[in-house]
């Protein structure tokens, strides 16, 4: 069914250690139908102007100098999981307070409404005729990446392998981190369990699992496996610099990609042209600007100028 | 609805169904917003700037939000000329609303070029002359700050556009918009179009650097809505009043309120353009906005409102 403008209940708004928040939207009605397909990648810009800030002694320290200031835009968000039950679909959303539109977010309660545009965007491709499916994520970008995981469930002949990376243990927005690590076969992580996901977690500063890149680890695991390139399929979704390496990788692999990217939107609806992704142009070495909001979020990692 | 209210609107001779624009630049080429709102609810629907190659537009980032406002620096990235005529034109052909294409250009003749190549087309109702987009490095607001130059680049396309309607959009960045406002009508103007963006700029403090990549960009939003207000108000008074050159007003309307002061002000119309950016379906609410503050002032005719500030 079409994208539109649609009004949420909040279920549930949820937080994860220091500055991260799960946050479940209700649509009911024929919204839920709208909703009840969302595919992973996709997103919904959220408007948050009407949500009022938390108490001042609740904003954390480092956003006291942004918090008070007067927003007009919508925020767009990715998805994290959905649940789909009869007449009323909820749309989890991982997120990080890191400005006046998230603070107001962390602020909702349920019962509270919000107003939704979308579902927008196109999200991940599926790993048709492909044996290997590997999720690269880095901090906020887990959300995507956790969606992806659990709609792979309806692939259990694949082997699916999550890198999970952040700086540091507290940038890492999963819940009870520190038991989960060196468990037999990978470590464990509670956004995983029954998505038959082999999960291994890394850190810049080795506060919590190996230390280093991400990216380092799923080269080094690469470098060790056997499978055909051609049957891998790569996905992942976190800061620029960490898709730009993963998509390199990928490249000098020759394993097939699909990156999800971040940029500031207005609108998410291909009317503002802010979104604006850096793509190549076939093989003719000129570049052309594409559409995150509408040519995205996802795209194959070989086509954008990192 | 009310039935008690004539929403249409004589604008320089064009008999519009409602007095609702998207603004140029903030509303695609009509196709993306169809979901949202019934298109018929518009006035008058007005292009992205067409220039006769495709524009790329600026890196990014290429927006950033202020406090109730909001920057941009696209730089007119647009599909081009030919490329307009192919896929564009036919989508605005199913348009009932009266279409303003916006053009933009480096030079004099680029814009008489894309006015040329257009006037033959039914489905355009008239061309709106961007020398006021303050995000490219040549042309736009360097055509429309100097009376002069608005007065030659005017006249010239108002000849190469045929009999279209020429409304031309005026920079606010200006010492006296009245001066351009003033060149644009006395060179056969038939409408004009106020005001676009005001340029501006953002830093961030941690790198030092301006966050758009463009460094500068155009201020909207709410944040601009007074000072547009002002603008409109002193070219009705000094340059438009009596001369039956209607004004589109634009600059942070989100609400029908909002565009009542526009029209009060002096405008016969009004443009959305942010607004749309959070809110789709503005333009709908806007317009049914106006429509209710007419009914229930006993305002039969939007004509009496454009101007009738005390």
Do not use: W
Not at chain 1, 102 to 114: C, F, T
Not at chain 1, 255 to 266: F, W
Not at chain 2, 25 to 48: H, S, V
Not at chain 2, 289 to 305: A, P, T
């Amino acid at each position: 069914m079409a994208k539109g403008s649609f009004t949420a209940t909040i279920g549930y708004n949820k937080r994860i250690g220091k500055s991260f928040y799960k946050i479940g939207l209700e649509f009911s009605g024929a919204s839920a139908e709208v909703f009840a397909d969302v595919k992973p990648g996709q997103f919904v810009e959220i408007d948050l102007c009407h949500a009022s800030l938390p108490a001042d002694n609740k904003i954390p320290g480092e956003l006291c100098d942004s918090a008070g200031r007067n927003i007009i835009l919508r925020r767009p968000f990715s998805f994290s999981d959905i649940a789909v039950e009869k007449g009323k679909t909820t749309v989890e959303i991982l997120y990080c307070t890191v400005g006046p539109a998230s603070l107001r977010m962390s602020n909702l309660e349920a019962g509270d409404s919000v107003s939704v545009i979308g579902p927008l965007g196109n999200g991940f491709g599926m790993p048709e005729g492909k044996t290997t499916a590997l999720l690269v994520l880095g901090g906020t970008g887990a959300g995507p990446i956790i969606h992806l995981a659990k709609q792979l469930k309806n692939y259990p002949q694949i082997q699916k392998i999550a890198f999970v990376g952040a700086r540091s243990v507290e940038d890492l927005p999963f819940e009870k981190i520190a038991d989960c690590i060196g468990a037999e076969g990978g470590d464990y992580l509670a956004e995983f369990s029954g998505t038959d996901t082999q999960t291994f977690v890394s850190t810049d500063d080795g506060s919590v699992g190996s230390k280093g890149f991400v990216t380092d680890i799923l080269y080094r695991y690469l470098k060790q496996s056997g499978v055909e390139r051609r049957e891998i399929m790569v996905y992942a979704c976190g800061p620029e610099p960490m898709l730009a390496r993963v998509a390199q990788i990928a490249e000098s692999e020759n394993i097939d990609c699909q990156v999800s990217l971040e940029r500031r939107m207005a609108c998410g609806i291909g009317l503002c042209q802010s979104c604006a992704v850096e793509c190549k142009a076939g093989d003719s070495g000129q570049s052309i600007y594409k559409m995150c909001c509408k040519d995205g979020p996802v795209f194959d990692a070989s086509e954008v100028v990192f | 609805m009310n039935n008690n209210v004539d929403m249409s609107v004589d604008f320089g001779g064009l008999k519009l169904a409602g007095p609702v624009f998207t603004a140029s630049g903030t509303c695609g080429y009509a196709d993306e917003l169809g979901d949202f709102m019934d298109l018929g609810c518009l006035g008058g629907f007005i292009t992205k700037s067409i220039t006769v190659e495709p524009r790329k537009g600026n890196p990014t980032p290429r927006i950033v939000e202020t406090d109730s406002g909001m920057l941009n620096a696209i730089g007119l990235a647009n599909i081009g000329l030919d490329n307009f005529i192919e896929e564009k034109l036919p989508i605005l052909g199913g348009m009932s609303c009266a279409v303003f294409v916006n053009i933009a250009g480096k030079s004099a003749e680029e814009y008489i070029e894309v006015a040329r190549r257009l006037c033959g087309f039914e489905q355009i109702a008239g061309f709106e002359l961007n020398i006021s987009c303050p995000n490219v490095k040549k042309g736009g607001i360097a055509f429309g700050t100097d009376p002069v130059q608005v007065a030659e680049i005017t006249k010239k396309v108002k000849k190469a556009g045929g009999g279209k309607k020429l409304m031309v959009k005026l920079s606010p960045n200006v010492t006296d918009i009245s001066a351009t406002a003033r060149a644009a009508v006395e060179a056969g103007a038939d409408a004009l179009s106020l005001i676009n963006t005001f340029m501006a700029m953002v830093i961030d403090i941690e790198s030092g650097k301006p966050v758009l990549a463009n460094r500068t960009g155009g201020l909207s939003g709410p944040a601009i809505k007074p000072i547009a207000v002002y603008m409109v108000n002193k070219v009705y008074n000094e340059v438009t009043k009596g001369t039956g050159v209607p004004i589109l007003g634009s600059g942070g309307i989100r609400t029908g309120s909002d565009a009542v002061e526009f029209m009060m002000a002096g405008a016969s119309a009004v443009a959305v353009g942010t607004a749309s950016f959070i809110e789709p379906a503005s333009c709908e609410k806007i317009a049914a906005g106006i429509e209710d503050y007419c009914s229930k002032k006993g305002i039969d005719s939007l004509k009496k409102l454009t101007g009738s500030l005390c």
